[in-house]
């Protein structure tokens, strides 16, 4: 039994103002007003998406003129480190050749080849790290 | 003496209520520590305006007309809006733009509750102010009903207040019953996505002001304005500017406010079946907006290799940064290393923009 029209009509009681049109017109701004916010955010997202694509690609460029040369080696086989006690992951031992780079900005780039090659610490070894000018 | 006492034979059992009332907002600012900084002036205040005769009557209504409703528009509310902007930190947003649909689903409730009032019978502009409750965002709620006069801006306020202030009671079990535990345990990475820079912070809020004026023209004043503060903040030449934004400014205008919605408290206004019936609205409008953004996380979980949580789809409502804190939370419960935090943040301010659009909206719309 559909009560709906039963319901109403205790609310038009009260309000004296059912209007079906009303309704029609509430769903339809509804409709419309929600598929809306969906889009804007959807192109302010977007955006976002393009401007981080332009900076990505800036940025790319800016790594071209002034490289580092690393030369990462995994060991698969056995940990980095010769002796018996093994290493906690974030730690590496072993000797390392600087060339034209400070110390702090070798450790960040020793721990972005890890991070990126989710390779741990203790079982990358760097030979050496060097500073390549563009010609 | 007769003078001295007439007061107490005018005190009508409607006003005793409002200060009941009045007294039970207090409590919940104190006690409870549920939007203090709202509920504790709107508290005093409904105390304040119905004393009989009161002599504060006179003085909250020119309040009223001067920070609210004026020839010139919603001035305090959006005054509000630039300490708002200056506050927000979008960087979990622009991390992972994909987070901003879920800001979109959760003004479902807006909506549906739009549609719910009118079949109530309410007038349109009286339903469109009363679904701007799901909004969840107190200053887009009075500017949205005042500049469609709704004659409700008491009961829509105390409704809307409250259930920001009552997020972390009415959100958790309408999340627990959309999903399943095993979605409740889906972990996210938090190492996704780089950082923006400091243009991309920079240019945010302007070209989002300038996508949302094309569209919804008059919602201009509300997202200019809170971009406004953003962009005091993210410029980093502005500093003190931001700070007394951010502090300063939304204090004085939050205590304006408070106090000033009192003058729509007034018992014979505000004790009607239709408060009720209002804060019943309200309380669709919040689950239904935690009902959509869990829903589409859902969905979106059907296409996606990497599952996202569906409990972050929840924070799209802009009750910020509670709504937010309420699902790292309930993740943490399920999972004590599942951190939520940065996603759902992300979420609750992409919820802060898109309520604001939806407000413009509504009132390109109706107007």
Known sequence: MNITPQLLGIFTDIYGSYDAMNIQRALLIALVGFITVIVVLACIALFIKFIAFIFAVIEKKNEKKVSTVITPIEHHSSPAQTSDVTLPETESQGELELIGVDEPTAAILMALVSYKTNIPLNRLAFRSIKLVEDE | ?367
């Not at chain 2, 409590?27 to 009989?52: D, R, V």
């Not at chain 2, 920001?164 to 959309?178: G, R, T």
């Not at chain 2, 789809?313 to 935090?341: C, T, W, Y």
Request: hydrophobic share 55%.
């Open chain 2, 1 to 367: 003496m007769g003078v001295l006492l007439e007061n107490f034979s005018t005190v009508t059992f409607s006003q005793v209520a409002m200060w009941i009332i009045g007294a039970v907002l207090i409590f919940l600012a104190i006690k409870k520590e549920m939007e203090p900084s709202l509920l504790l002036p709107m508290g005093f205040g409904a105390i304040l305006i119905n004393l009989p005769n009161s002599g504060a009557q006179h003085i909250i209504d020119v309040m009223f007309r001067v920070g609210i409703d004026n020839e010139f528009g919603e001035l305090m509310p959006l005054i509000l809006f630039i300490g708002i902007g200056a506050m927000i930190d979008f960087t979990p947003l622009l991390t992972n733009p994909k987070l901003m649909l879920f800001g979109a689903a959760a003004q479902f409730g807006i909506f549906f509750t739009l549609c719910l009032a009118s079949l109530l019978g309410f007038d349109l502009k009286d339903a469109a102010s009363i679904g701007i409750i799901g909004a969840a965002d107190g200053p887009t709620a009075i500017a949205v009903s005042m500049e469609l006069g709704s004659k409700y801006i008491g009961a829509i306020m105390v409704a809307a207040y409250s259930y920001m202030a009552l997020v972390p009671l009415v959100q958790p079990p309408i999340i627990k019953l959309c999903t399943t535990k095993k979605e409740r345990l889906i972990r996210m990475d938090n190492t996704a996505g780089k950082a923006p820079s400091k243009l991309t912070k920079i240019l945010f809020p302007i070209v989002v002001t300038i996508i949302v004026g094309l569209v919804a023209p008059d919602a201009v004043a509300l997202i200019g304005f809170l971009m406004f503060g953003n962009l005091i903040r993210e410029c980093g030449v502005l500093n003190s500017l931001s700070e007394t934004a951010q502090k300063v400014l939304a204090n004085l205008v939050t205590i304006f406010l408070g106090i000033t919605i009192a003058a729509r408290m007034r018992a014979e206004e505000f004790l009607t079946v239709d408060t009720l019936l209002i804060i019943a609205l309200g309380l669709f409008a919040f689950i239904f907006d935690t009902f959509a953004g869990v829903m589409l996380a859902k969905f979106m979980n059907l296409f996606s290799k990497k599952k996202i949580n569906p409990m972050i789809g929840a924070a799209g409502i802009s009750a910020f940064p509670m709504s937010a804190r309420v699902v790292h939370k309930m993740g943490l419960e399920e999972d004590n290393q599942n951190f939520l935090l940065m996603h759902s943040i992300g979420v609750n301010v992409s919820g802060q923009i898109a309520s604001v659009i939806a407000g413009g909206l509504i009132l390109t719309f109706f107007r």
